[in-house]
C-alpha cells in the first residue's frame, strides 16, 4: 500500500469536521470562507476569503466541499469584473473531492465535484469547471473559460486535449479519500 | 517511471495468450483498469480500441447547450450561438463593444452604455489579443453572430463548389450504394443523404444526369477564385518577401478549416466552436450496451456503466526498496546539508524504481477485490514461449520472477470498509486455518526467498509479496506477463466460511462458483547494469 504522508502534528490546525488547515496558509476572512469537511489546506497556501463582495451583510466568498486539497503555495482568490460601472468580487464555489496541485493560482467561478487541476496552474478569473474534469500541470486557462465535463485541458492557452474514461468519478473519490486517510500527523515526533 | 500493472484486452490477437512484453507493440494490448470495460454477457473484458461507439448527444463545450442531432448537419458541426474560436490560439473569443466616444452624456448614464455598448462589435481574445476588427469582421448587433459567420463559411468558392458536387452525386447514390451492397456484403444500404427531397423526385432524375456531365464551378487547376494557400504564384511572392515566421499561419493554425486557407496570418478569421459528443458504447461481438449516459450533456452520471473496475480485483504493485528510498530521501530534508546531498544522489537511481543486475528485489501486489462475495486468486507468470531452438534459449528474460504458488482470498467488498480504517483486528479471528494455508505457502517460498507470502490481509485487501532474480548481464526493463485467475461464488449472498473455501475451491467444482482469469503486465523497472551502480546524469 502507498506511504503515509505525515505532517507535525503542531502544524496543522484539526477542525471538528475534521478539516486541516496548516498554521503556514495565509486565511484572510476567515468568516467568508465555508470548509466542507476533511479537507486540506496545506502550509503557504493563500486563500482570499477578504475579497468579499460590497454591500451590507454576510456574503460567503469561498465555499469548498468535502475532500479538497489546496496544494502548497495556492493563491485562491475570488473573481472580480466591471459590471455598469461597479467593480465588484464574486463569490468562489468548489465542489466535493477537488484537488488543487502545488503553486496554482485559481480565480474561478465555479468549480464542479471529482476535479483535479495539476501543479503550476493558472486558472482565469470566471472561469467554469464542470464535474470530474481535469487541468494538467502547467496549464494556463484564460479568462471566461468553460471545462466541460470529463475533460482534460492541457497547454497555454488551456485546450481540451480528451475525454477522460467514464469511471473517472470513481477513481478521483477513491484518490482523494485516500490523500485524506494516509495525510497523519507524524506518530513520534523525531 | 513508477511499477505499474495493466490489464490485458484481447482484441487484437487472435489468441487469448497476449503477446510478450518485452515487444514494444505489446502496449497497445494493456490498459490502466480503469479505461477499460466489461461484457456480462460474453464474459469479457473490452476496451477503447474495441468497443462500437455512437454517438449519444451533440453539446457546445463552451455554452454547454444541447443541440438536437437534427440541426446539428444545417450547421455543420459548430456551434451556433455566440461561441467562437481564436483562430490564432484557439481559446474562446468574447464579444466585446467598440470604445463610447468621449461625450458629456456618456459620461451621465453608464449604465446604458455598458449594458448594450456601442457598435461596432467585435470578437476578441483574452489570451493573446487578437481581435477580429483585424480581419475586417465586426458587427452591428451582438447577438445571432453565428449565423452571420455561416453566412460567409458558405460563401466561400470551396464551400460553393462542395455543395455543387453533393448536387450533382446526390441522385446517382442510391443507384450506386445498392449496386455496392450487392456485391460487397456488409456495406449498408445508403437512403439518401437529403431526406427533404422526394423520392419520386430522385428515382426519375437517376436516368437523366448518369449521363450528363459535371460541369464544375471553378477550372481546377487554377488558383482564380480560390483562397490562397492552394500553392500558386501569388504564394510563392508572399514567401519570397516574408520577414517574420509569425505573417505565416501555422499548420495548427490552418488544418481546423474545412478547405486550404491563405497562409497569411492575417486572414484567419474566426471559427464557430466545433461541438462535441456524448457516446454510448456497445460490446464489439454482443452488441449489448456497456456505456450508455445520460441524457443532460454535463451530468457524469451513466445509465449503464459496466467497467472492469468492478468486476476485476485492482491490483496495485509496490516496490519496498523505493519506497525506502524515498523515504530517506525525506528524512534527509532534515539533515545537515552535505549529508543530505550524498544521500539523496545515492537514493534517487532506487527511489526512481531501478534495480542492480545480478541482485534480488522483493515487491508487494495488493488486490482489492471490487465484488461482495470473496474470491480466490492465483498468480501464473507467463513464461516465454517454450523455444524449440537452442539459440533461441538467450533471449529468455533477463530475470526470474517468484510468486506464491497457492490460491490466496481476498475478502468481499462490503460498504462499511470505506468507514473504517484499520480498526479491523478482530478481522483476523476465525482464519487461523487461512493463516495455516498462509504459513505453509511460506514455509514452499523458502526455498526461494522469504518474500514470497501472504504479507498482509485487511478488509477487501489482500497484499502478498513477490520476488525478482535480475540475471548478472540483464538489462533493459523488469516487465512480465501475469495470469490472474480468480474463482467467486456468483449466487450466495452469504458470505462462504473463508476458512473451508481455499480447500473448497480446489476440491469440488460447485457449480455456483465461477472462474475468470485475465492477464496482466507488471512492469517493476529498469534494470541497472552492475559495471555502473549509479546512473549517469542525464
Known amino acids: 500500500m502507498e506511504n503515509p504522508v505525515y505532517y507535525s502534528r503542531a502544524e496543522y490546525i484539526e477542525t471538528d469536521t475534521g478539516n486541516k488547515v496548516s498554521r503556514r496558509a495565509t486565511i484572510a476572512g476567515p468568516q467568508n470562507i465555508i470548509l466542507g469537511g476533511k479537507t486540506i489546506i496545506a502550509s503557504g497556501a493563500i486563500i482570499r476569503g477578504d475579497l468579499r463582495r460590497t454591500g451590507p451583510g454576510h456574503a460567503v466568498v469561498i465555499s469548498l466541499g468535502r475532500y479538497c486539497l489546496i496544494g502548497e503555495g495556492c493563491v485562491m482568490r475570488p473573481p472580480y469584473k466591471t459590471y455598469r460601472g461597479n467593480f465588484n468580487y464574486y463569490p468562489m464555489k468548489i465542489g466535493d473531492h477537488v484537488h488543487i496541485g502545488a503553486n496554482s493560482i485559481v480565480e474561478a467561478a465555479t468549480i464542479g465535484n471529482y476535479v483535479e487541476i495539476g501543479k503550476n496552474c493558472i486558472i482565469g478569473k470566471f472561469t467554469i469547471i464542470k464535474d470530474c474534469a481535469k487541468i494538467a500541470d502547467n496549464t494556463v486557462v484564460p479568462p471566461n473559460t468553460v471545462v466541460p465535463a470529463m475533460a482534460l485541458f492541457s497547454g497555454s492557452p488551456g485546450r481540451f486535449v480528451e475525454d477522460l474514461p467514464e469511471s473517472t468519478s470513481e477513481m478521483i473519490e477513491a484518490q482523494t479519500k485516500g490523500y485524506y486517510a494516509r495525510f497523519q500527523p507524524l506518530p513520534t515526533e523525531r | 517511471m513508477t511499477a505499474s500493472v495493466q490489464y490485458y484486452c484481447p482484441c487484437l490477437s487472435a489468441t487469448p495468450h497476449p503477446p510478450p512484453s518485452n515487444l514494444a507493440s505489446s502496449s497497445y494490448s494493456f490498459h490502466p483498469l480503469h479505461s477499460l470495460f466489461f461484457c456480462e454477457e460474453c464474459d469479457a473484458v473490452r476496451c ?33 450561438r455566440n461561441c467562437f474560436m481564436c483562430p490564432n490560439c484557439q481559446n474562446t473569443l468574447s464579444v466585446v463593444a467598440s470604445d463610447p466616444p468621449d461625450t458629456e452624456d456618456s459620461r451621465s448614464s453608464p449604465i446604458v452604455i455598458s449594458t448594450v455598448g456601442e457598435p461596432p462589435f467585435f470578437l476578441y481574445c483574452n489570451h493573446c489579443r487578437w481581435d477580429s476588427a483585424e480581419v475586417g469582421i465586426t458587427f452591428e448587433k451582438p447577438t445571432g453572430l453565428a449565423a452571420q459567420l455561416q453566412k460567409f463559411e458558405d460563401m ?14 446526390e441522385p446517382q447514390l442510391p443507384a450506386a450504394s445498392s449496386a455496392l451492397h450487392r456485391s460487397v456484403s456488409g456495406v449498408p444500404n445508403f437512403n439518401g443523404l437529403s431526406r427533404s427531397r422526394s423520392s419520386r423526385e430522385k428515382g426519375h432524375r437517376t436516368k437523366k444526369e448518369e449521363e450528363s456531365v459535371y460541369s464544375a464551378r471553378v477550372e481546377a487547376g487554377s488558383s482564380k477564385g480560390l483562397a490562397s494557400g492552394s500553392g500558386g504564384d501569388a504564394d510563392v511572392d508572399f514567401l519570397k518577401h516574408l520577414e517574420t515566421v509569425s505573417e505565416v499561419a501555422a499548420l495548427e493554425q490552418r488544418w481546423v478549416n474545412s478547405w486550404t486557407t491563405s497562409l497569411h496570418t492575417s486572414d484567419l478569421k ?20 456497456l456505456i450508455k449516459p445520460e441524457q443532460k450533456a454535463q451530468s457524469v452520471k451513466y445509465k449503464i456503466k459496466l467497467v472492469a473496475a468492478n468486476y476485476l480485483p485492482a491490483i496495485n504493485v509496490t516496490l519496498p526498496h523505493a519506497q525506502a528510498a524515498i523515504e530517506m530521501i525525506k528524512r534527509s530534508s532534515t539533515m545537515n546539508r552535505q549529508n543530505a546531498a550524498a544521500i539523496v544522489e545515492e537514493h534517487s537511481s532506487a527511489a526512481a524504481g531501478n534495480m542492480l543486475a545480478g541482485k534480488t528485489y522483493p515487491f508487494h501486489l495488493a488486490f482489492t477485490n471490487p465484488l461482495y462475495d470473496p474470491i480466490q486468486v492465483r498468480l501464473h507468470v507467463q513464461r516465454a514461449v517454450p523455444a524449440s531452438d537452442p539459440a533461441e534459449k538467450t533471449r529468455r528474460p533477463p530475470f526470474a520472477v517468484t510468486l506464491p504458488s497457492s490460491a490466496f482470498t481476498v475478502n468481499a467488498y462490503t460498504e462499511t470498509w470505506g468507514l473504517e480504517e484499520e480498526d479491523d483486528d478482530d478481522m483476523f479471528g476465525g482464519e487461523d486455518d487461512e493463516f495455516d494455508a498462509a504459513r505453509s505457502g511460506q514455509k514452499d517460498a523458502k526455498a526461494r526467498g522469504r518474500n514470497v507470502a501472504i504479507i498482509e490481509r485487511r478488509a477487501n485487501i489482500t497484499v502478498i509479496g513477490g520476488e525478482v532474480m535480475i540475471a548478472k548481464e540483464a538489462k533493459g526493463n523488469v516487465k512480465f506477463n501475469m495470469l490472474v485467475t480468480y474463482t467467486y461464488r456468483s449466487d450466495d449472498p452469504e458470505p462462504t466460511d473463508p476458512s473451508l473455501s481455499p480447500s473448497k475451491s480446489k476440491g469440488s467444482k460447485a457449480p455456483e462458483i465461477k472462474t475468470f482469469s485475465f492477464y496482466t503486465v507488471v512492469e517493476l523497472g529498469k534494470i541497472v547494469p552492475r559495471e555502473e551502480p549509479k546512473p549517469e546524469a542525464d
Request: proline letters at 9%; glycine letters at 2%; a positive charge.
Open chain 2, 156 to 169: 466561400a468558392p470551396e464551400s460553393l463548389e462542395f455543395e455543387r458536387l453533393k448536387e450533382y452525386y
Open chain 2, 48 to 80: 477503447n480500441r474495441c468497443v462500437l461507439v455512437e454517438v449519444s448527444g451533440y453539446y457546445c463545450p463552451n455554452c454547454l447547450f444541447e443541440v438536437p442531432s437534427a440541426s446539428v448537419r444545417a450547421e455543420k458541426n459548430r456551434c451556433a
Open chain 2, 270 to 289: 474566426p471559427f464557430r466552436i466545433p461541438l462535441h459528443s456524448k457516446k454510448s458504447k456497445r460490446c464489439p461481438s454482443c452488441r449489448h450496451i
